[in-house]
């Protein structure tokens, strides 16, 4: 895969009235890529999807695809389509009519629509279903003849807005599978809206995280998932544990205070930018071991919290335990079970620990502080 330059977006912004929906956005994709824009609820994503689309302006920036600028190009003129969340299939039209729709509307001679129509069917697994009508199709093959409508335009982007949310868990696993192939196979560069993490980490060569408008953090899924360059985007892939801390930077150390249920303990910088002070720390709940309490001496580099469990369940291969440490509750699988009441251990490894200073501009009244040293809520 070419890197890059294929499709960029730079400085884009874009708005609703006097509502700021999108802001600073620079993508360059690369030919034949595939991009998941994730995203919580209401931060953009369909938007920026829309916009590259053509279906609104941008108030701001440029989009450009093979150095050519698109900005102000129509839909139907910029190379893409769009495959959406609702399948969008005319109801009154075969499956074969559906996937032909786009070809007769730019005028393609019957005859060459037949063997592009078939084409599409064979690939996506539709033979035998072309005289269906929707309503006789299940999700997954709904969501198949609008792919193949899609693809039958032989578009050099493919644009997809949450396309796989409407198929139930077990059928979503296969057209994710499905998508993912096609697109390879295919060589197609696809961006695709979602906010399902672990749908963007099976499925994309690159995230792209939204935050309010904003571009919080792009990279592979590795990147994202082990390096998040915020405790949003920390948060964002799961490591929902917080624990707020005090410590000092030494060199390439941060050197964590002693606190009520922590030693002093030391864990790499890396590539942070981390000063002296307070800091917040995040963990996943599966990055915890929890170990008796007598244990903690033979755990190896990261932090031990002392705490208590609270609660305890069993969601499927491992036990879940509410841990309390000083005031704040932290949650730590294992896949051994301790009993609520057990003073246990609870150590992260300092891979799995991330690190963040209190936001500058966060206003003072949301921003906890703790006596030095102390873990608290
Ligand atoms: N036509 C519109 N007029 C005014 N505001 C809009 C319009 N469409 C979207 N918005 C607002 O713009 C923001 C971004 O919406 P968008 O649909 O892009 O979010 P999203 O990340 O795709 O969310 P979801 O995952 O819920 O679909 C939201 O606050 C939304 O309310």
Redesign the pocket.
């Known amino acids: 895969m070419e890197r890059g330059g294929f499709l960029e977006l730079r400085g884009v912004a874009s708005r609703?009235?006097s509502?700021q929906?999108l802001a600073d956005i620079d993508l360059s994709i690369s030919k034949g890529e595939f991009v998941a824009l994730l995203?919580a609820?209401?931060?953009?994503?369909?938007?920026?999807l829309r916009l590259l689309a053509g279906f609104i302006g941008p108030s701001a920036g440029e989009v450009k695809v093979r150095h050519r600028d698109v900005t102000h190009l129509p839909p139907d003129k910029r190379g893409m389509a769009l495959v959406f969340q609702s399948y969008a299939l005319w109801p009154h039209m075969t499956v074969a009519q559906n996937i032909g729709y786009g070809l007769k509307l730019k005028g393609v001679p019957r005859t060459e629509i037949a063997t592009r129509v078939a084409a599409m069917q064979s690939l996506l697994g539709l033979d035998g279903l072309e005289a269906r009508k929707p309503s006789a199709l299940s999700g997954g093959q709904r969501q198949r003849v609008a792919l193949g409508r899609a693809l039958a335009v032989d578009p050099e982007i493919l644009l997809l807005d949450?396309p796989l949310s409407n198929l139930d868990a077990r059928i979503r696993l296969t057209v994710r599978h499905e998508l993912r192939a096609l697109q390879k196979r295919l060589g197609i560069t696809a961006i695709h809206?979602t906010?399902d993490r672990e749908e963007a980490m099976v499925m994309a060569d690159r995230i792209v995280i939204?935050n309010a408008g904003k571009i919080a953090q792009q990279g592979t899924p590795e990147e994202v998932y082990n390096c998040p360059a915020s405790a949003f985007v920390a948060a964002f892939m799961g490591a929902e544990n917080v624990i707020h801390l005090d410590g000092v930077r030494v060199g390439g150390q941060f050197v964590i205070a002693e606190g009520a249920a922590n030693a002093v303990a030391g864990v790499p910088v890396l590539d942070r930018p981390l000063t002296s002070g307070p800091v917040e720390a995040r963990f996943r709940p599966e990055a915890a071991r929890l170990l008796a309490e007598g244990e903690i001496a033979t755990v190896g580099s990261g932090i031990t919290f002392r705490g208590e469990v609270a609660a305890v369940s069993y969601p499927g291969g491992h036990w879940r335990h509410v841990v309390r440490i000083g005031q704040t509750e932290i949650m730590a699988d294992g896949t051994q079970a301790f009993e609520p009441g057990a003073r246990v251990a609870v150590h992260v490894p300092a891979e799995a620990l991330f690190l963040f200073n209190a936001p500058a501009n966060e206003p003072a009244s949301t921003v906890s502080r703790a006596p030095s040293g102390k873990v608290y809520a």
């Open positions: 609703y009235g509502t929906v995203g609820s209401g931060c953009g994503k369909t938007t920026l949450e809206v906010h939204l």
